[in-house]
């Protein structure tokens, strides 16, 4: 993992002093034992133009930066994956970030034992993001795959009811210029709709210019993790989420939609940002435009 910056922990410090000033003591334990643990799940209905009536009502449920080993236990692991499949998904996704730093062997069995207990009808998809490249990315993808789950690193995955498909694809990460939507364009057959993971949401830029995907799901902000009441602004995001950093936009014609994660990194706080599960329901065409979410 690259070297904490003096500028980043800089802003770490101040988040941490902030959350404490907030309130003093109670609100830092708040933020540290309450809010993190206090799931939201979000559920949208998305219109896209190009998604088959036969896909009518396809519920797609998303979790990302799950950072196992900072905040994140595998109780609370569990508690997560009973809530998604309580939302009975067609396919669920996750978008990176499974770890953080450090030694992650220990935390590929907790994480398997978990992950392995998702379940959905059409499966359960993944993509790795930056912290996953930065600790061990070859033992994070067999630690996916022993837990059942479909790769989609540059690579897509093809949905059929009768004649109809529904295309589901997926980038490696972008920070580590590991992403190759050449190689998951030439996959794409067709003009069917499309979705995309990629964990970096400022993706959305490079996929939207492609005119192919419909819908892009990210996470890699947390949502800034520490939002300042009243005004709702983060007080750090990381690179690559200072465009998109949560919630849900149009980029050109497709949609972005960025889920504020499961974990934590350190400072294993959140304040006025709850994790997030997000539940998709995805209807055919566009009758209204998906605006901005302010930052």
């Not at 993992?1 to 988040?15: E, T, V």
């Not at 990176?96 to 992650?104: F, K, L, P």
């Not at 890699?220 to 690559?240: A, D, E, K, T």
Request: aromatic share 6%.
């Amino acid at each position: 993992m690259p070297p904490i910056s003096r500028r980043r922990f800089l802003k770490i410090s101040l988040a941490s002093a902030l959350v404490t000033a907030f309130g003093g003591v109670g609100s830092y334990a708040y933020a540290h034992d309450v809010e993190p643990v206090n799931v939201e799940i979000v559920h949208l209905e998305l219109r896209l133009p190009r998604l088959n009536p036969a896909f009518d009502g396809y519920r797609l449920a998303q979790i990302s930066d799950i950072h196992m080993g900072t905040g994140m236990t595998s109780a609370q692991l569990t508690r997560i994956v009973e809530m998604v499949n309580a939302e009975q998904p067609d396919a669920t996704a996750l978008t990176g970030d499974y770890v953080t730093h450090g030694d992650i062997q220990p935390l590929l069995q907790p994480l398997a034992e978990a992950l392995s207990k998702l379940k959905a009808k059409d499966g359960v998809f993944s993509i790795l993001g930056n912290h996953d490249h930065w600790t061990d990315p070859i033992a994070i993808r067999g630690m996916l795959t022993d837990s059942g789950m479909i790769d989609l690193t540059n690579s897509v995955h093809t949905l059929k009811r009768g004649e109809a498909v529904l295309h589901l694809a997926g980038v490696d990460d972008y920070w580590e210029q590991k992403d190759d939507i050449d190689a998951v364009m030439a996959q794409l057959a067709g003009d069917d709709c499309a979705v995309l993971l990629a964990h970096e949401p400022d993706f959305a830029d490079v996929s939207a210019a492609t005119g192919r995907f419909d819908l892009q799901i990210s996470g890699h902000s947390h949502g800034g993790q520490v939002r300042i009441p009243i005004i709702n602004r983060p007080i750090i995001l990381p690179s690559f989420s200072e465009k998109y950093p949560v919630g849900q936009y149009q980029v050109g014609n497709m949609i972005q939609y960025t889920n504020r994660g499961v974990g934590t990194i350190a400072p294993a706080v959140r304040f006025n940002c709850r994790p997030e599960i997000t539940v998709f329901t995805l209807r055919p065409t566009a009758t209204d435009q998906a605006y901005p979410t302010p930052p």
